[in-house]
């Protein structure tokens, strides 16, 4: 069972506006940046968001993240087919000693 | 082209020792954090292990000493020896790219560069 809760499935229609939600407690989220990786199917996982809401280069602004409290929320806008894939959070210590967690992945269908 | 490359994976009986290897290419390796996630059949990913710049080492509490992760800067490549493997170790093992260190700072931008990954099975 993962630290950090996301739903196991969420969908939208080509055009949506989709949310996936990563729920943790003070000790992970509410301390520590969040991550959020996308898995394509028979894929490596891609950075997609780091440090709670920026984007690495490369990276759609149609993808943003955000954070508040001890939960983060992923939003995907004029969601597309291709951004069907498995969605991981992950909550993060700058430093290597401290902890490192990950969510247990949203399925995304795009309909 | 930055790239990573697991090697090392396969087949291991209950109770014994794998090594896995990852060479990297395209980027200044000596000056960047080096991570192990691991992946089981269907399911979602785990940290396992990291290593720093200094070699300073890091594990997963749930591996109990098990694993030992090295780096070998000369050749480019970090390893993870793991002993003492049972089912639910079986995995697919990723390589990732962590913070990169210059002497004056660190820029923590999460796991940038991930390699395609090496199987374990374990298995009698």
């Known amino acids: 069972q993962s630290v950090l809760t996301q739903p196991p499935s969420a969908s939208g229609t080509p055009g949506q506006r989709v949310t996936i939600s990563c729920s943790g407690g003070s000790s992970d989220i509410g301390s520590h940046y969040v991550y959020w990786y996308q898995q394509l199917p028979g894929t490596a996982p891609k950075l997609l968001i780091y440090r709670d809401d920026q984007r690495p280069s490369g990276v759609p602004d149609r993808f943003s993240g955000s954070k508040s409290g001890t939960s983060a929320s992923l939003a995907i806008s004029g969601l597309r087919s291709e951004d069907e894939a498995d969605y991981y959070c992950a909550a993060w210590d700058d430093r290597l000693s401290g902890p490192k967690v990950f969510g247990g992945g949203t399925k995304l269908t795009v309909l | 082209e930055v790239q990573l490359v697991e090697s090392g994976g396969g087949l291991v009986q209950p109770g014994g020792s794998l090594r896995l290897s990852c060479g990297a290419s395209?980027?200044?390796?000596?000056?960047?954090?080096m991570h192990w996630v691991r992946q089981g059949t269907g399911k979602g990913l785990e940290w396992v292990s990291a290593?720093?710049?200094?070699?300073?080492?890091y594990y997963a509490d749930s591996l109990k000493g098990r694993f030992t992760i090295s780096r070998e800067n000369a050749k480019n490549s970090v390893y993870l020896q793991m002993n003492s493997l049972g089912a639910g170790d079986a995995a697919l093992y990723y390589c990732?790219?962590?913070?990169?260190?210059?002497?004056?700072?660190?820029?923590?931008?999460?796991?940038?560069?991930w390699g395609h990954g090496t199987t374990v099975t374990v298995s009698s």
């Open positions: 990732a790219r962590g913070t990169y260190c210059n002497s004056t700072r660190c820029y923590v931008k999460g796991l940038d560069v």
């Open positions: 395209g980027f200044n390796f000596s000056r960047y954090d």
């Open positions: 290593i720093g710049t200094a070699a300073d080492t």
